[in-house]
């Protein structure tokens, strides 16, 4: 199983010229998996949190595509904030980690990129569910 230390911040490639940026996202290319799922979060009101569950399965790339927002990772273990607010970086969650997403700034858009389609059992939603799972399952 994963742990926080194999989530990370990845330098995603940023072509610059005067008509502005573009960064460009490959399946299997600068993404370590086929995206079979892309949604975006936006209008979160001020205060408000999102995620608070884990997946089996599932890893995520995440990018704030526009302004910023706070993911809080947690392995059962020990927990680790990540800051996103740079549209050529992306988060890379791997699968059995804990997220919340809080501090979400006026107007921010936090793109999500996921190796799977939504399926609703690959989701662990109950943070005490989670810390079992966790025990349960051997570290990678």
């Keep these: 199983m994963y742990n926080i230390s194999d989530c990370t911040i990845v330098d995603l490639s940023k072509v610059h010229n005067e008509a502005g940026n573009i960064t460009v996202l490959e399946n299997n290319i ?22 608070g569950h884990g997946h089996y399965e599932l890893q995520q790339y995440i990018v704030a595509a ?7 990772l947690d392995d059962g273990v020990n927990k680790k904030s990540f800051f996103l607010n740079d549209p050529s970086k992306a988060l890379h969650i791997q699968p059995g980690i804990w997220r919340e997403i809080r501090d979400f700034s006026s107007g921010s858009i936090c793109l999500v990129l996921a190796s799977h389609e939504y399926k ?12 079992k799972y966790k025990d349960d399952t051997p570290i990678i």
């Excluded at 993404?31 to 408000?48: S, T, W």
């Excluded at 059992?121 to 005490?128: E, H, K, P, T």
Aim: aromatic content about 22%.
């Design 30 to 51: 600068n993404i370590p998996f086929k995206i079979k799922r892309i949604y975006y979060l936006y209008d979160v009101p001020m205060g408000a949190d999102r995620g």
């Design 66 to 72: 526009s302004g910023s927002f706070t993911f809080l």
């Design 120 to 131: 609703e059992s690959d989701y662990i939603r109950d943070y005490v569910e989670y810390l």
